[in-house]
């Protein structure tokens, strides 16, 4: 008999050292909140769903772009964080990464 469980993919977005709470985050331009959207561990954030960062376009496809052959479709997800820093209001654009797998308990 086979047991399985569900497996969430998790995706992890590395906070600058000089962000600090409080900050408001984003993906893709929509408010996520904390303890919803995403957990704060440390200097982490933890989404509990794939977001992903289109990778650097090939030879073909940067060609068929260029000469306006075909467009782009790919999933880009973009993170911002809004803190303060001196009083002033300031944006980071990060990375999202994915959460590396757990090992399989079998």
Do not use: C
Request: no cysteine; proline share 8%.
């Amino acid at each position: 008999m086979a047991s399985y469980s569900a497996v969430t993919e998790r995706t992890l977005v590395e906070l600058p050292q000089h962000v600090q709470p409080p900050f408001e985050v984003f993906v893709n331009g929509v408010a996520q909140v904390e303890g919803r959207d995403y957990d704060h561990v440390g200097s982490t954030l933890v989404f509990e769903r794939p977001l992903a960062k289109e990778g650097q376009l090939g030879f073909w496809r940067w060609a068929s772009l260029f000469l306006g052959v075909a467009g782009t479709y790919r999933k880009n997800d973009s993170v911002d964080i809004v803190y303060t820093v001196n009083g002033r209001r300031a944006v980071s654009s990060l990375q999202p990464k994915p959460a590396p797998k757990p090992l399989s308990s079998e």
